[in-house]
């Protein structure tokens, strides 16, 4: 999910997917990649675990599997900042 692109362009899409996976820094928790974590980020997160959807964004605890640990972590990590 790509939440920077407006419009329907194929390569303007393929674009902005190079551009996000040439960032050099990746927060983890920063599940909508505004280099913000906040509350917005566990909506995202939750929305994932129930559409039982992956993705690599929202997996904060790196096991292959969004679920209910990635939630606890990702609130740990907006309470410690």
């Known amino acids: 999910m790509v939440y ?3 419009g329907s ?3 303007e899409i393929y674009n902005i997917i190079d551009q ?6 990746w927060i983890i928790g920063d599940i909508d990649f505004n280099h913000i974590i906040n509350v917005q980020d566990i909506v995202l997160l939750v929305n994932f ?13 790196n096991d292959q599997i969004v679920n209910i640990q990635d939630v606890i972590i990702l609130i740990n990590i907006i309470l410690n900042n």
């Open 20 to 25: 996000i996976l040439e960032e050099e820094e």
């Open 4 to 6: 920077r692109y407006y």
């Open 49 to 61: 675990i129930l559409d039982s959807s992956y993705g690599f964004s929202a997996d904060v605890n």
């Open 9 to 11: 362009d194929i390569d």
